[in-house]
């Protein structure tokens, strides 16, 4: 069974990076494409950024240009690098994937359990 596994979240000040990591559990065949989302206190889940398993990437306005989705399929890993972090992504950040597990699979949906993003003084 395929669970997908975060990492990297925590405390960091305004200004600060952070980088977060979801790994499958085990090794896939392929992941067709992934997203991290977030959901702050309050709010909407709402997608930060996605990636297909064509290297086409989409972001959210807010994060345009300080973060960056990518994807290391040879340790079905996908990654979000988070630059000049401000209180506004203070956030339970949760990664999607759309992955077919085995060649003799359908396309299936996995979330992750969710990383605090904290971003504060």
């Known amino acids: 069974q395929v669970q997908l596994v975060e990492s990297g979240g925590g405390l960091v000040q305004p200004g600060g990076s952070l980088r977060l990591s979801c790994a499958a559990s085990?090794?896939?065949?392929?992941?067709?494409?992934a997203g991290w989302f977030r959901q702050a206190p309050g709010k909407q889940r709402e997608l930060v950024a996605g990636?297909?398993?064509?290297?086409?990437?989409n972001y959210a306005d807010s994060v345009k240009g300080r973060f960056t989705i990518s994807v290391d399929n040879a340790k079905s890993t996908v990654y979000l690098q988070m630059n000049s972090l401000n209180p506004e992504d203070t956030a339970v950040y949760y990664c999607?994937?759309?992955?077919?597990?085995?060649?003799?699979?359908?396309?299936?949906?996995?979330w992750g359990q969710g990383t605090q993003v904290t971003v504060s003084s």
């Open positions: 990636i297909t398993s064509g290297g086409s990437t």
């Open positions: 085990i090794s896939i065949f392929r992941i067709n494409a």
């Open positions: 999607n994937g759309r992955i077919v597990p085995t060649p003799w699979d359908n396309e299936r949906d996995y």
